[in-house]
């Protein structure tokens, strides 16, 4: 097996992008074939553990405090209530659960050690557990681990140039720094992106470059279609065409042949077989549940129905790597430093944010 590659460059990513679509599945399917079993899907649920009155402007998020959406709000859950839920999915097939909460940075304290106990809580259950909350600091990722994270999630969104035109209230190298802060712990790394915010192809080669130079690269990459929220600045965005996300899959594959390609959000709007072609191109998980955070998502029973079509099977729990332990909160090594680190705000303006905003007061 060669050597991975981790010198990718935009062209090069481009060439592959743009190649004839049959030459880019057959090379996508091969690599995928090397280095995964092409029959094995893995099957997580996304749970939103603290929803709504997020501070970022980020354009797609229909979270964000500041934009008028029908989302509603709830403080964190409970240990209790997530691992009822984390039971339900495991009964319906998930070997993962992914806890989201809209915060912009993790912050010590209370609500952090609940966290912490929710992890410990699902990784017991025999369950992969993944968290996206925001930045992190290192402290915050080593006091993860030892509860028992497998994966934290920080997604890149998109390209560098691109992102600077979707989100004003934190720093591309924000991102980057969490990701680096999670390398330095035995959890592993997820992070993706969105397609449809208005990027254009050179855009989403550039977010795969980030992604595929990482050293190591991130175990999962999402790969979303924008799902456009009404009274988010992306509202009237025309939804991405299958081949878009074909041609987006079959390309992470070629270029992160060991990640797990996660076919996220944007499932409602794509057709059986087209989720079909996106599993031969080398997407090897999907989130299950009626609902990804917020956005709509399919029915576990039809996903349930797609695989026995497909002939697919729901991967296992820590097949890629060993399940981690969990420290009780009394035994760990690290404990809380009241950290408050000063996160990067560019405060840049962008224009169609701003009439969100704006538009939002009024009906407010």
């Not at 091969?30 to 094995?40: C, F, I, S, Y």
């Not at 697919?312 to 420290?327: I, R, S, Y």
């Amino acid at each position: 097996m060669s050597e991975m590659k981790h010198t990718w460059t935009k062209e090069e990513i481009l060439a592959i992008y743009n190649k004839p679509l049959m030459d880019l599945l057959f090379d996508a399917a091969t690599t995928h074939r090397v280095h995964h079993d092409p029959n094995t899907v893995q099957v997580s649920t996304l749970l939103s553990i603290k929803t709504g009155g997020c501070p970022e402007d980020c354009g797609y998020c229909p979270q964000a405090a500041r934009y008028h959406t029908d989302i509603e709000g709830n403080d964190l859950m409970s240990v209790r209530q997530v691992k009822a839920q984390a039971l339900r999915a495991k009964s319906s097939g998930s070997s993962r659960v992914c806890m989201g909460a809209a915060w912009r940075n993790v912050k010590d304290g209370e609500e952090f050690d609940q966290v912490l106990e929710m992890v410990r809580t699902i990784n017991k259950l025999d369950m992969e557990v993944c968290c996206t909350l925001g930045m992190i600091t290192e402290n915050q990722a080593q006091r993860l681990a030892e509860a028992g994270l497998y994966a934290y999630n920080h997604n890149l969104d998109s390209s560098e140039e691109y992102y600077k035109k979707v989100i004003s209230t934190r720093g591309y190298e924000d991102r980057l720094e969490t990701i680096d802060n999670v390398r330095k712990t035995n959890v592993t790394v997820c992070s993706g992106g969105i397609i449809g915010m208005g990027e254009n192809i050179e855009d989403r080669a550039g977010m795969l470059v980030a992604l595929a130079t990482l050293n190591p690269q991130p175990e999962s990459v999402p790969i979303n279609a924008l799902v456009a929220v009404e009274g988010t600045p992306l509202e009237d965005q025309i939804p991405v065409s299958i081949w878009d996300m074909v041609r987006m899959v079959a390309t992470a594959r070629i270029v992160m042949p060991e990640t797990q390609v996660r076919l996220s959000a944007g499932r409602t709007e794509m057709s059986r077989e087209g989720q079909a072609m996106c599993f031969f191109a080398g997407a090897n998980s999907i989130f299950a549940g009626d609902k990804l955070l917020t956005t709509p998502n399919p029915d576990v029973g039809e996903d349930m129905e797609m695989f026995k079509l497909l002939g697919l099977n729901p991967q296992k729990a820590f097949v890629k790597k060993t399940q981690p332990e969990t420290v009780e909160a009394s035994k760990s090594q690290y404990q809380t430093l009241g950290e408050k680190p000063k996160w990067t705000r560019p405060e840049h303006k962008i224009e169609r944010n701003e009439d969100a905003k704006q538009k939002a007061k009024v009906l407010k």
